[in-house]
């Protein structure tokens, strides 16, 4: 008989592969035996910038892994609060997620990571351990978020040992940040013997050690980077300050539109959509609209693109995240640029044009945001992403961006994508989800590489155990992400930024984003 603890799948990978390590042997044995929580006290794992963090504590696991794991929480040295689950019968291996956002704010939101083990528990009910940070701030920064992820990763090292594998997972922006992992951690040695503690080794412990991931998994990535991924909410800010003219009115202190919004201003969420309703009525039924709000509305989504449905989203990312870019994060220089742009698909694209706010990019604040955010595609491990079709909000299109990055970098050989028949953004199918870490997993332990196809006909036996449909399209492939997002001049060739860009700037003392 099954366990009732262990999903159908996570129990013959359970019991086909082995614990190799004394120290996950004597873990798993502790947790079966529940007393998980009475393991000794962490050494003091250190973050990549050298702090030490904490030792987990237990905590309660979200209602879907209860009685299925282990959880802990806790902060690390950097102040950022992380969440791991260990399961019950675990297989060995861990899952290191990266959330998107980025949510805003000064401090680390202690409720982020258990928001996401809960959402993500289906790696848990795989069998995987998982491993979550909140990131130390909200706010954007990249290299920050990815930091703090490899810094979980070292601490659930610390409390567990190190993992037969350990497989990186991003969400949204979260898949520019996992990506960044993959570039700035994954190809990294890990030495063992030199000190307790040393990169999360356990005393005693000798000899070097292969990078510290062997796989990664990106979901609904926002794959273009900083410098380009954001093109299209650059040319939504003016296109809708062309129609509307209320953000600012102008009755309020005006200021450059690059800034999103001014540093000193009030304006909410909730005020913000209210203006956007005066203009477009964009949340009404089209026959509670006025002529001119429905224009309006026509306008704004046939030069931009964006879907109707997240109108309001990418208005607010525009509005207050850029502000956070460039005002808290970039000193109020502008790393945005439209010059050269040149917008069709309205009523009357000559008036738009010459009448829409233009700008050009200061080149050290765009080298900053560019060495914070954009992939040099420069990974050397195998790289699954799953994207829905019609994501409305990072469009499937950043996908073919992700594989031109690959290809400029000669690294296209490791990565396989897929695509489903979904139109959400924040979430995808279990079953999905499920399948493609298995497949991930595969791929890492014999070296063979799935297919879009395969894929496809592998989903249906872990959706008879989650029961959320599977809908891979094998066939479709992005088009190039010019063809969706209106390129600057000289945007058109990836990667964004070159290994050598990277290298060079690196050594420009202040370069990128504070964390």
Same mark, same amino acid.
């Given at each position: 008989?099954?366990?009732?603890?262990?999903?159908?799948?996570?129990?013959?990978?359970?019991?086909?592969?082995?614990?190799?390590?004394?120290?996950?042997?004597?873990?798993?044995?502790?947790?079966?035996?529940?007393?998980? *929580?009475?393991?000794?006290?962490?050494?003091?794992?250190?973050?990549?910038?050298?702090?030490?963090?904490?030792?987990? +504590?237990?905590?309660?696991?979200?209602?879907?892994?209860?009685?299925?794991?282990?959880?802990?929480?806790?902060?690390?040295?950097?102040?950022?609060?992380?969440?791991?689950?260990?399961?019950?019968?675990?297989?060995?291996?861990?899952?290191?997620?990266?959330?998107?956002?980025?949510?805003?704010?000064?401090?680390?939101?202690?409720?982020?990571?258990?928001?996401?083990?809960?959402?993500?528990?289906?790696?848990?009910?795989?069998?995987?351990?998982?491993?979550?940070?909140?990131?130390?701030?909200?706010?954007?920064?990249?290299?920050?978020?990815?930091?703090?992820?490899?810094?979980?990763?070292?601490?659930?090292?610390?409390?567990?040992?190190?993992?037969?594998?350990?497989?990186?997972?991003?969400?949204?922006?979260?898949?520019?940040?996992?990506?960044? +992992?993959?570039?700035?951690?994954?190809?990294?040695?890990?030495?063992?013997?030199?000190?307790?503690?040393?990169?999360?080794?356990?005393?005693?412990?000798?000899?070097?050690?292969?990078?510290?991931?062997?796989?990664?998994?990106?979901?609904?990535?926002?794959?273009?980077?900083?410098?380009?991924?954001?093109?299209?909410?650059?040319?939504?800010?003016?296109?809708?300050?062309?129609?509307?003219?209320?953000?600012?009115?102008?009755?309020?202190?005006?200021?450059?539109?690059?800034?999103?919004?001014?540093?000193?201003?009030?304006?909410?969420?909730? *005020?913000?959509?209210?203006?956007?309703?005066?203009?477009?009525?964009?949340?009404?039924?089209?026959?509670?609209?006025?002529?001119?709000?429905?224009?309006?509305?026509?306008?704004?989504?046939? +030069?931009?693109?964006?879907?109707?449905?997240?109108?309001?989203?990418?208005?607010?990312?525009?509005?207050?995240?850029?502000?956070?870019?460039?005002?808290?994060?970039?000193?109020?220089?502008?790393?945005?640029?439209?010059?050269?742009?040149?917008?069709?698909?309205?009523?009357?694209?000559?008036?738009?044009?010459?009448?829409?706010?233009?700008?050009?990019?200061?080149?050290?604040?765009?080298?900053?945001?560019?060495?914070?955010?954009?992939?040099?595609?420069?990974?050397?491990?195998?790289?699954?992403?799953?994207?829905?079709?019609?994501?409305?909000?990072?469009?499937?299109?950043?996908?073919?961006?992700?594989?031109?990055?690959?290809?400029?970098?000669?690294?296209?050989?490791?990565?396989?994508?897929?695509?489903?028949?979904?139109?959400?953004?924040? *979430?995808?199918?279990?079953?999905?989800?499920?399948?493609?870490?298995?497949?991930?997993?595969?791929?890492?332990?014999? *070296?063979?590489?799935?297919?879009?196809?395969?894929?496809?006909?592998?989903?249906?036996?872990?959706?008879?155990?989650?029961?959320?449909?599977?809908?891979?399209?094998?066939?479709?492939?992005?088009?190039?992400?010019?063809?969706? +997002?209106?390129?600057?001049?000289?945007?058109?060739?990836?990667?964004?930024?070159?290994?050598?860009?990277?290298?060079?700037?690196?050594?420009?003392?202040?370069?990128?984003?504070?964390?």
């Amino acid at each position: 008989m099954k366990s009732p603890h262990a999903p159908v799948h996570a129990l013959p990978l359970y019991r086909r592969h082995r614990l190799r390590s004394a120290v996950l042997a004597a873990t798993v044995a502790a947790l079966l035996l529940g007393v998980a *929580g009475q393991a000794p006290a962490a050494t003091g794992a250190p973050a990549p910038n050298g702090s030490t963090a904490g030792a987990p +504590v237990t905590a309660a696991c979200p209602e879907a892994l209860a009685g299925k794991a282990r959880c802990y929480t806790d902060q690390d040295g950097n102040g950022a609060h992380y969440a791991l689950a260990v399961p019950i019968r675990w297989n060995g291996s861990l899952v290191v997620h990266a959330h998107g956002g980025p949510d805003l704010g000064d401090a680390s939101d202690p409720a982020r990571s258990t928001e996401d083990l809960e959402r993500w528990a289906v790696m848990v009910e795989e069998g995987y351990a998982w491993a979550g940070s909140s990131y130390r701030r909200g706010g954007y920064g990249t290299r920050m978020a990815a930091a703090d992820t490899e810094s979980v990763r070292r601490v659930f090292v610390d409390r567990f040992g190190k993992p037969e594998r350990t497989f990186l997972h991003g969400q949204s922006w979260g898949g520019n940040v996992a990506a960044k +992992v993959a570039e700035t951690y994954g190809t990294k040695r890990e030495t063992y013997g030199t000190k307790p503690g040393a990169d999360g080794a356990k005393p005693g412990a000798s000899g070097t050690k292969p990078g510290a991931y062997d796989g990664v998994l990106l979901t609904n990535g926002v794959l273009g980077g900083g410098s380009r991924g954001y093109d299209y909410r650059v040319d939504l800010r003016v296109v809708y300050q062309f129609y509307c003219g209320n953000h600012p009115r102008p009755t309020e202190p005006q200021y450059p539109l690059w800034q999103g919004l001014r540093p000193d201003s009030t304006m909410t969420s909730a *005020g913000l959509s209210a203006r956007l309703r005066e203009c477009t009525g964009f949340d009404a039924e089209p026959a509670a609209r006025t002529a001119l709000q429905q224009r309006n509305l026509d306008d704004i989504l046939a +030069v931009t693109g964006i879907p109707e449905r997240s109108l309001e989203s990418h208005l607010r990312f525009a509005t207050f995240t850029f502000r956070d870019i460039v005002s808290t994060r970039l000193g109020g220089r502008n790393p945005f640029s439209n010059r050269g742009v040149r917008y069709t698909g309205s009523h009357d694209d000559r008036a738009l044009n010459a009448g829409v706010e233009r700008f050009s990019a200061d080149p050290a604040a765009r080298r900053d945001l560019s060495w914070d955010s954009d992939l040099t595609g420069r990974v050397s491990l195998p790289v699954l992403t799953l994207h829905a079709i019609d994501d409305p909000t990072a469009f499937v299109e950043h996908e073919a961006a992700y594989r031109d990055t690959l290809r400029g970098a000669g690294r296209e050989h490791r990565l396989v994508q897929s695509f489903t028949r979904e139109s959400e953004h924040s *979430g995808l199918s279990n079953a999905e989800y499920a399948n493609s870490i298995a497949a991930l997993d595969r791929w890492v332990r014999s *070296g063979r590489k799935p297919t879009a196809r395969s894929l496809a006909d592998s989903c249906a036996a872990f959706d008879r155990t989650y029961g959320t449909g599977c809908f891979y399209d094998p066939a479709f492939r992005p088009s190039p992400y010019a063809s969706r +997002v209106l390129p600057r001049p000289g945007g058109l060739t990836w990667p964004a930024m070159t290994a050598g860009q990277e290298r060079a700037w690196g050594r420009i003392d202040g370069v990128g984003i504070a964390p």
